[in-house]
């Protein structure tokens, strides 16, 4: 199965939810998810990416963002992959995370950070088999400072 990996074109924003809500949960307006989108393909220190096969169905996609940090090494955090049911198993998910690992190095970052819910069973064992080892667990916390966002 020949695969092409690329960035988004606005055409995708339904399958790109689609994606979100059935693998993470995350139900985001259409306009609100290209906002959104826009942003990241206009920072070049985000990496998002499609995979998609020869007949333009994309089954999965992943996003990773570049941090320096003021008192540990540049990281990049691989934020969110998806990899779609139907492309399970064929390798997907290690070809996304060697892509993130290209962009690692391309930023001169020394980490890739990832973080799931450890519930997520089968996606900690996946990570743990590209090399990804467990280092801190955290609390997540949140504050919202502005109203009327998803």
């Known amino acids: 199965m020949e695969i092409q990996f690329r960035p988004f074109v606005e055409s995708d924003l339904g399958v790109i939810h689609q994606f979100g809500l059935e693998h993470l949960g995350y139900d985001v307006p259409l306009n609100e998810l290209k906002r959104r989108l826009d942003l990241v393909n206009a920072d070049q220190d985000h990496y ?17 963002y570049y941090m320096p940090l003021s008192i540990e090494p540049p990281q990049v955090v691989l934020y969110s992959l998806v990899v779609g ?12 995370v060697s892509l993130v ?21 089968q996606a900690i064992r996946f990570y743990r088999s590209q090399g990804f080892e467990p280092s801190k667990q955290w609390a997540v916390l949140k504050k919202q400072v502005r109203q009327g966002s998803p």
Do not use: N, P, Y
């Open 85 to 96: 049911a139907a492309a399970r198993g064929k390798k997907l998910g290690s070809r996304f």
């Open 48 to 64: 998002f990416r499609l995979a998609e096969d020869q007949l333009g169905t994309v089954l999965g996609m992943g996003h990773a």
């Open 101 to 121: 690992e290209d962009f690692a190095r391309s930023r001169d970052a020394s980490v890739i950070m990832v973080g799931t819910s450890v519930e997520r069973e």
